[in-house]
């Protein structure tokens, strides 16, 4: 069994490796809503990471390192041409250094892939009046985060302890779902298609009938319900939640896993200040292997259920007006399709798609418009489709 909670949850200090590139919220995200990514950044930054107080419950754009193989060509002396040649095979996960994705990455393919790259690679071309929107829907989530538990900085000085913040938070948080509590900003991770996802989970909470209820918040700049389109992009978004989240409850969150795919070291002593903390929380960890074993125990032997329900509130920014509420059905064989799909292209396995002729519309409200290659291309003649058909 696990102790109770840690005094405080922890958040990366402005000392340590080098910030978590971010992933900017494209169309896919209604102005003042937070990606995974943005939340991390706010949330459960690298390096230095934040870690939770008593009572306290528990979002990623993508982490990045440096590729082994920028180091195998320097062992190697390849030719300029063999590198080249190889630069050119690149794969998207490999040309923008990541180790993980977030979910909020593949949710907002959904909605335009070919904007998802844009708002990677040309952060600075966003709608000023959108990045507003989005630093208020920071502060609302942080102000709902605050209502249940602090937030104290601890140092870190490697990655190991990085992750080893997040594992902690993650700990915090199982003995308040096992006595029902309510618990808020909950890491989840998970392997989909040999590729390492995260996502922060805004709520977790018991129904009146014993289920257990994700939530998740969605704030909005206008006063009205989103379309059907954004609605489809986030009912995606927490049943990726919901299948990361019952495969860690179910024991498939092996320790390897974060080792094979981070590259993590298990046997990297942890930092002081990541040692005190975890003492704080009952845990007497040395080196990081000892918390990922204490992370694979908890969570396979805890008694938490799978998720029950998905819940999606939207929110109106300014009045903090509830909009309405939508109830998600989970069904993971199309969830999984969906997200092989998406992941396809982060492998190589199939060029970057925009959106099809029957939602040219959302093209208006992008800030990649007079830039757009998919646009031009399609404006220049007939269909042609770089890869397979977009799942519904």
Not at 365 to 389: H, T
Request: aromatic letters at 8%; hydrophobic letters at 35%; a negative charge.
């Amino acid at each position: 069994p696990l102790p109770s909670p840690p005094p405080s949850r922890a958040s990366p200090s402005a000392q340590g490796e080098a910030a978590i590139q971010a992933s900017m919220a494209g169309p896919g995200s209604e102005p003042g809503e937070l990606s995974d990514a943005e939340l991390l950044q706010l949330l459960l930054e690298e390096p230095g990471d934040r870690a939770l107080q008593p009572g306290d419950s528990g979002k990623p754009n993508s982490s990045s390192d440096l590729p082994l193989e920028s180091f195998s060509e320097v062992l190697t002396g390849d030719s300029a041409a063999e590198k080249v040649k190889r630069k050119r095979a690149q794969t998207p996960l490999e040309k923008y250094y990541l180790k993980y994705l977030c979910v909020t990455d593949l949710s907002t393919q959904s909605w335009c892939e070919q904007q998802m790259v844009y708002g990677r690679e040309l952060p600075q071309l966003q709608a000023p009046e959108t990045v507003v929107l989005l630093n208020t829907g920071k502060s609302i989530h942080l102000a709902r985060e605050l209502e249940v538990h602090d937030v104290v900085k601890v140092h870190t000085t490697s990655k190991e302890d990085s992750w080893a913040i997040k594992i902690l938070n993650l700990l915090s948080v199982i003995p308040v779902l096992q006595a029902g509590g309510c618990v808020r900003e909950l890491p989840v991770f998970g392997v989909i298609e040999d590729v390492f996802l995260m996502g922060i989970i805004d709520e977790l909470c018991y129904s009146a009938k014993g289920e257990l209820e994700l939530r998740e918040l969605k704030t909005r700049g206008r006063p009205f319900m989103p379309s059907g389109a954004q609605k489809k992009k986030d009912y995606f978004q927490v049943c990726l939640y919901k299948y990361l989240f019952d495969a860690m409850v179910q024991g498939q969150l092996k320790p390897d896993v974060l080792t094979s795919h981070i590259y993590l070291r298990l046997k990297q002593p942890l930092g002081l200040q990541i040692r005190e903390h975890a003492q704080k929380a009952g845990f007497t960890v040395t080196c990081f292997g000892d918390l990922l074993e204490l992370m694979y125990l908890n969570l396979t032997l805890s008694d938490i259920p799978s998720i029950d329900c998905l819940k999606i509130e939207y929110s109106h920014q300014e009045s903090n007006t509830l909009l309405g509420t939508e109830v998600v059905q989970f069904e993971e064989e199309k969830v999984r399709e969906k997200a092989q799909y998406y992941l396809a292209y982060w492998k190589g396995q199939r060029e970057v798609q925009g959106v099809e002729i029957e939602e040219a519309w959302k093209c208006r409200s992008c800030s990649y418009l007079e830039i757009c290659d998919w646009r031009k291309k399609r404006a220049e003649g007939p269909e042609q489709r770089s890869g397979p058909k977009k799942s519904k």
